[in-house]
């Protein structure tokens, strides 16, 4: 499958066409204007510089005082046009960023890119990509055109400025007179070009570098938010030598990476350093032979010095924003991966076109059971798990799955869920059915109690009354009063209550099929029971689908479905309540 170029234009050109557009270009717009009086200050400054120092070499005490007063004008308009503009460009680039971050969230979080993402580990840390690098690409971007659009304006002013006041070299070469007109403006671009050049040469790698620093920074950052979230299991596990040593190893890769970045950005700031200090002198002396020819006053070389100074860091623009350029091109690239990522380049090449098998397809259907057709469930490189019979879960059946460790229990109900392409098949959901998964491990949002009893449904979809009673049907009375509190649920309670607060959710949302996933693997025996025993009581007309060991629960199905070693067929049994096969 070739894979679609995306360039940086095709990151940056969709803000400023959405539907922000008109208040993005008129803060551009006032940005660029404001920056185009800047630089008109600067122009009026520069022509100052030559009546100041005239005025002080010839000790013009009216003039002098008349110049400080233009000075203290230009001065203040410089400093208020800086502020807003800078006041107006972090505006617009805060919108930007929230723009890009809604857009980004949305593909990543709508249609299970997230899951699948992590499933076939097709990028690292997207939460860095989309905090950091959306962020990045904003305002350094913003920053860069902005700055690049006012340097081709001072540097169209300025050498207009030095061609005029700079004035014609004479030179003799080899016995021929030679005229240089505007020679201070091709000394500035001679000397720019020059530096650019060696600066390009030296600071290349840094590119890369920093694409690595910004991964490697991720990845240790991850490691510690890891070792945050499952502090407890891993106190238990005594594994607090194990976690520093695997946050030393990641920090390890910091280290290695920072010191290639110190090592070139040595390099590179001898090289800017050379150069910054000759720019000091390179002018005067440049311009020299001409003052002490009598061709210029004071004031006029202090003129032509300024000047040549604004042309050359003008067109050394590039040299002066190396790093940031460095920095903004890791960004770009990061960025473009993860849109691939995002557009399904991968995940289509996942699936296994390239296997005997042409990929899982589920879809609603006026159909009166959840339905297999031909289902086969293979693993993510092609090889088939399990070839299941065609079943029909009518509502209200009760079916068990079991089977050994790694047979495709849980995948059977990925597949169900439509978070597992890989294989071939079909599979039939009744349109109107509303279908509800629960994990081993309950998700536990950070927020109040009555949040995560509704997730995902919103907090106002059940009353305090239906919340409490929910709580008091699966065993947890004492949570009752505790609805507005805000907690980390999942720190705060045991894997066995959150078992049964996964449970309650059921009972708020009575869903008309119910899988579970070992989703009272956590409970004891007694309390196990008592909770199936509830679901039927509660819940006669919803079809319940278990994969579960404990023979216990057999009792509380009627459909037993054995799944053989890895690679057999699914057989589908059909047995009493008492366990015994009919």
């Known amino acids: 499958m070739e894979e679609k170029k995306i360039s940086a234009w095709s990151l940056i050109k969709p803000y400023w066409v959405s539907e922000d557009r008109w208040v993005a270009r008129g803060l551009l717009a006032l940005i660029i204007a404001l920056n185009l009086a800047i630089v008109y200050v600067n122009v009026q400054i520069n022509e100052w510089s030559a009546n100041f120092y005239n005025a002080l070499q010839g000790k013009n005490i009216a003039a002098f005082g008349e110049l400080l007063t233009r000075f203290t004008v230009l001065a203040f308009a410089f400093i208020l046009m800086t502020v807003y503009a800078l006041y107006f460009r972090q505006m ?117 570098i920093n694409y690595q620093q910004q991964r490697v920074e991720a990845d240790f950052r991850f490691g510690l938010i890891r070792v945050r979230e499952n502090a407890e299991p891993i106190a238990l596990y005594d594994g607090t030598a194990v976690e520093s040593a695997h946050a030393r190893t990641l920090f390890s890769r910091i280290r290695d990476n920072w010191k290639m970045v110190m090592r070139y950005t040595r390099r590179l700031s001898f090289v800017s350093s050379f150069y910054g200090q000759i720019a000091i002198i390179f002018p005067i002396a440049v311009a020299a032979p001409r003052y002490f020819a009598g061709a210029y006053t004071f004031g006029v070389l202090m003129q032509i010095s300024r000047a040549f100074g604004t042309v050359s860091d003008s067109l050394s623009w590039f040299i002066n924003n190396f790093d940031t350029l460095a920095g903004w091109r890791a960004t770009v690239n990061r960025l473009r991966e993860f849109e691939r990522v995002l557009e399904g380049q991968h995940f289509a090449e996942r699936v296994s076109p390239a296997t005997e098998h042409g990929g899982i397809h589920l879809h609603r259907a006026p159909t009166p059971a959840v339905a297999t057709r031909g ?29 050994p460790s790694g047979s495709g229990k849980s995948t059977l109900l990925r597949a169900l869920a439509g978070l597992w392409p890989f294989g071939a ?157 009919a």
């Not at 960023?97 to 857009?103: D, I």
């Not at 990028?123 to 350094?140: E, M, V, W």
């Not at 469930?377 to 079991?402: H, N």
């Open 425 to 581: 098949g079909a599979i039939d959901i009744p349109v109107d059915a509303q279908l509800m998964f629960v994990p081993q491990r309950p998700y536990m949002p950070i927020d109040s109690l009555r949040v995560v009893l509704a997730y995902p449904s919103p907090a106002s979809a059940h009353d305090d009354a239906a919340c409490r009673d929910a709580l008091h049907a699966v065993g947890l009375d004492g949570l009752g009063e505790l609805l507005d509190r805000e907690e980390h649920w999942a720190n705060r309670l045991s894997p066995g209550e959150q078992q049964r607060i996964a449970f309650a959710r059921v009972l708020l949302k009575r869903p008309d099929y119910l899988f579970l996933d070992e989703a009272t693997s956590s409970l004891d025996p007694v309390s196990e029971q008592r909770l199936y025993t509830l679901l039927l009581e509660r819940l006669p007309q919803t079809a319940i689908v278990s994969v579960a060991h404990r023979e216990a629960l057999y009792a509380f199905h009627d459909t037993l479905v054995e799944i053989g070693e890895t690679g057999g067929t699914t057989q589908v049994i059909a047995h009493s309540p008492d366990g015994r096969r």
């Open 92 to 208: 617009l680039s805060f919108r930007w960023r929230r723009w890009l971050t809604g857009v980004y969230l949305d593909r990543w979080l709508g249609g299970g890119a997230f899951y699948r993402i992590e499933r076939d580990r097709l990028a690292d840390n997207p939460d860095q990509r989309i905090s950091d690098d959306l962020q990045s690409l904003a305002s350094t971007t913003l920053g860069l055109t902005l700055d690049l659009i006012s340097t081709l304006v001072t540097l169209a002013s300025f050498v207009t400025i030095l061609w005029a006041i700079s004035g014609p070299l004479l030179a003799n070469v080899a016995g021929h007179q030679l005229v240089i007109p505007g020679y201070m403006v091709w000394a500035a671009a001679i000397y720019a070009v020059f530096g650019s050049l060696v600066i390009q040469r030296f600071g290349r790698p840094l590119v890369s």
């Open 375 to 403: 289902l086969v469930l293979a693993r993510p490189d092609g090889r088939t798990l399990s070839a299941v019979a065609d079943i029909a879960i009518e509502r209200g059946s009760r079916w068990l799955i079991r089977g």
